[in-house]
């Protein structure tokens, strides 16, 4: 699918969506009507950028864009209700700090990416509810990351979310 037709923004009650392997550029601007809409899968799409029409889905729980070509994370992405982001195997090199403000947004995978340290947002760690960041495999080496202000604290989420799953 090189397009999605508008008709599937009709679908009221639709929940999970799959549309991995094809060669979507952009989502259409009525996709954020897809109100239910509470797992939603593009990986392996030629997007270039997080679809801003993700932003208004207040269900949405699991947002796979691994494996595009999405090269930065806007700052639209604050209002972005998911619980879980993967962006893995994409080509970013820069991460709106807005990100932080996501109000749901406990796992966030940024593997494979073109990540310098000094451009990962450092609120990501101090000031979010991410209790997950997965990043190897970026432009910097992982015991560098414990280096960085707010790093604790994140490691607090992160052990008493491994605490509540145990």
């Known amino acids: 699918l090189a397009a999605l037709p508008?008709?599937?923004?009709?679908?009221?009650?639709?929940?999970?969506?799959?549309?991995?392997?094809?060669?979507?550029?952009?989502?259409?601007?009525a996709f954020g009507h897809l109100s239910a809409l509470k797992t939603l899968s593009l990986s392996g799409n030629q997007l270039r950028t997080v679809p801003t029409q993700l932003c208004g889905l207040c269900h949405l729980d699991v947002v796979d864009l691994s494996k595009n070509q999405i090269q930065n994370v806007p700052d639209t992405v604050g209002e972005l209700q998911a619980i879980e982001l993967n962006l893995n195997q994409n080509q970013i090199s820069q991460i709106s700090v807005q990100i932080s403000h996501c109000p749901r947004l406990k796992v966030l995978r940024l593997e494979e990416n073109c990540l310098e340290l000094s451009m990962l947002p450092q609120s990501i760690l101090s000031d979010s509810q991410i209790s997950l960041l997965a990043v190897e495999g970026n432009l910097f080496e992982i015991k560098k990351l414990r280096e960085l202000e707010g790093y604790d604290k994140y490691m607090e989420r992160f052990t008493a979310t491994k605490k509540k799953f145990a």
């Open 6 to 29: 508008e008709e599937l923004c009709k679908l009221k009650k639709l929940e999970t969506l799959h549309l991995n392997g094809n060669h979507l550029r952009q989502l259409p601007a």
